[in-house]
């Protein structure tokens, strides 16, 4: 085992997705089991006392690679030599909040979160925003970030596309082990696009294989699309809270595979500053296909965009376009 510690800053630490991920951060899930890493944990102040219940909690679980956690609501202090940054912490929406207020709300997180990662984070610094409107918050971190490279801010739609996977694999009668390169386009919100025309089910065509099927375009536009952009909402619905285990475990797939690499033959899903790409207006944080090689991404190039799909994603970047006119507005945009 290496000895020098990876400091891992958790942002909303002791949420419910937080008493999910911290501990499979700690059992080696996302630097691997030979590399120590030291948790750093912000939460809000009144939040700190359950935070310590769950530091207990990491400290019963023994974990080897577990080299030390330190807590506190000061990110200045918590991003200190951070070498990954996951914003978890988000202010939920609640009753009569409107999309604007939901913005401003977390707009005041993410400026000051951002202002911090730039004065104290390591060099290395990677970051992963999960917290909602992810895409957006992910953009008014980078925007307060003047000195950590664009690259390195990014957003969570790894669980879109893990949904995505499953949702086909069921479809097709295969695990989803049997399937690559499927792509979540834009927001992390009901107007993503999940797109199977460049996916494959076991080297076949995905699109192909279900419009082969007497009601697969059906099935495509009806069921598939709105299933995997209304997943969210079937959780809340169904557990009367936000999925939380799935998201932590999309976190760790998200950040894992952008340090250590996507898998040859294959793509990931995550929300990148888009340089153009695909029509993407320069500069959104929008779902894109990505390969990952030791923690720098690339936007795949030279797939073929049909109509169907190219509404789909003008539609998605759009709202992405509006949400961020709504927080320039609101003078956040560093
Ligand atoms: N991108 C994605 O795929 C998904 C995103 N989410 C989002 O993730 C976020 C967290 O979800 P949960 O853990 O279920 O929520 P939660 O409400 O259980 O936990 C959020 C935590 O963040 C803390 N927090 C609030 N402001 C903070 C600040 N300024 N600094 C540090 N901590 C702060 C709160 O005290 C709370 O403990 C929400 O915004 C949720 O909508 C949830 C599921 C999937
Ligand atoms: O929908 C929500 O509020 C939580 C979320 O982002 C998801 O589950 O995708």
């Given at each position: 085992m290496s000895t020098t510690p990876v400091k891992v800053a958790v942002t909303g630490a002791a949420g419910q997705i937080g008493y999910s991920l911290l501990f499979r951060i700690a059992s080696g899930?996302?630097?691997?089991?030979d590399t120590p890493v030291e948790l750093r944990l912000l939460e809000i102040t009144p939040a700190l006392k359950a935070l310590e219940g769950v530091v207990m909690e990491l400290d019963d679980?023994?974990?080897?690679?577990?080299a030390g956690v330190e807590i506190g609501d000061d990110p200045n202090v918590i991003f200190?030599?951070?070498?990954?940054?996951?914003?978890?912490g988000a202010r939920p929406r609640t009753k009569g909040m409107e999309r604007g207020d939901l913005l401003e709300a977390n707009g005041a997180i993410f400026t000051v979160q951002g202002k911090a990662l730039n004065e104290h984070?390591?060099?290395d610094i990677r970051i992963t925003v999960t917290g909602n409107p992810a895409n957006t918050n992910a953009l008014i971190a980078k925007s307060n970030?003047?000195?950590?490279?664009?690259?390195?801010f990014s957003a969570l739609t790894r669980l879109d596309h893990n949904r995505a996977l499953a949702q086909l694999a069921k479809r097709a009668g295969v695990?989803?082990?049997?399937?690559?390169?499927m792509t979540i386009w834009g927001n992390?919100?009901?107007?993503?696009y999940p797109d199977i025309f460049h996916a494959e089910v076991a080297g076949k065509n995905a699109a192909e294989l279900v419009a082969s099927d007497a009601e697969g375009t059906a099935w495509l536009e009806n069921e598939f699309i709105p299933t995997v952009q209304k997943r969210g909402a079937a959780i809340i619905e169904a557990?009367?809270?936000?999925?939380a285990a799935s998201a932590a475990a999309a976190t760790i797939d998200h950040t894992r595979d952008w340090l250590r690499g996507s898998a040859d033959g294959d793509w990931l899903s995550m929300a990148v500053v888009s340089d153009?790409?695909?029509?993407?207006?320069?500069?959104l944080i929008s779902s894109f296909p990505v390969t990952t090689k030791d923690g720098n991404w690339e936007i795949v190039q030279g797939l073929e965009i049909n109509e169907f799909s190219r509404a789909r994603i003008d539609a998605s970047t759009a709202e992405l376009g509006e949400e961020r006119d709504a927080v320039r507005a609101l003078n956040l945009l560093g």
């Open positions: 899930a996302l630097l691997g089991p679980s023994a974990f080897p690679t577990l200190d030599g951070a070498s990954v940054a996951l914003l978890v984070a390591a060099d970030a003047p000195d950590i490279p664009a690259e390195r695990h989803v082990t049997d399937l690559k390169k992390h919100s009901a107007t993503q557990r009367g809270a936000s999925s153009g790409s695909y029509g993407v207006p320069e500069g």
